[in-house]
């Protein structure tokens, strides 16, 4: 269509809008049923978030940004800018400082360590494989969650044999430490320039 833009009696572009009203009833079409099986695999707690989903003011669809934040050190009042100082003060409010461990009583009789051993068997990861929700965000693994479910019969056996060797040597997979966190508004705020008006989410 675009090399023919100035032969404006071409057919070409006529089949150009019948394939852009194909594209607009199919995209149309395929954001409707997947909003419905959406909502048809909802579990009863995820009920308070389609009425989130429904009653939430419409918008452009656009990332909302952090305003410029205001926080107290003592009684001095001080505005971040910056993405990094933004990130440093709304860290701060998400994870406070640990309390002061105190040092254990010698009078104190603690009861015996438990001890046992934890066998994994195949049939629990099939049931916490089919307890995962398909459509959440990805993580940083990248992996979709509807891919462990689908594949399940190809991935069991290679996940029995990854947890059955971390138990038996106390391994933790370092990448499965690390996660990705985004920070939310909350919703009905008054104001949105102080640090507690936020909240986060770890994908």
């Not at 462990?148 to 971390?166: F, G, N, Q």
Request: contains cysteine; hydrophobic residues 35%; charged residues 30%.
């Amino acid at each position: 269509m675009y090399r023919y833009r100035n032969q404006l009696d071409h057919a070409i572009h006529a089949q150009h809008k019948d394939a852009v009203k194909r594209y607009k009833r199919t995209l149309n079409y395929t954001k409707k049923q997947h909003w419905r099986d959406w909502l048809e695999s909802m579990d009863k707690p995820d009920i308070w978030m389609v009425n989130r989903y429904i009653s939430a003011p419409v918008t452009d669809g656009g990332k909302a940004r952090i305003p410029v934040l205001k926080y107290k050190v003592g009684r001095q009042e001080i505005s971040t800018r910056t993405n990094s100082k933004k990130g440093d003060v709304l860290a701060k409010g998400f994870f406070p400082l640990k309390p002061v461990e105190s040092t254990d009583q010698p009078s104190t009789k603690y009861p015996k360590q438990c001890q046992g051993s934890v066998k994994i068997t195949a049939d629990q990861i099939q049931k916490q494989l089919c307890k995962l929700k398909p459509y959440k965000a990805l993580g940083p693994d990248g992996i979709l969650n509807i891919v462990l479910t689908k594949c399940t019969d190809l991935l069991i056996d290679r996940l029995l044999s990854i947890y059955d060797a971390m138990f038996k040597r106390k391994l933790m997979y370092k990448p499965w430490k690390s996660f990705t966190m985004v920070v939310l508004r909350k919703p009905g705020k008054p104001r949105y320039d102080v640090p507690k008006a936020y909240r986060p989410i770890a994908l």
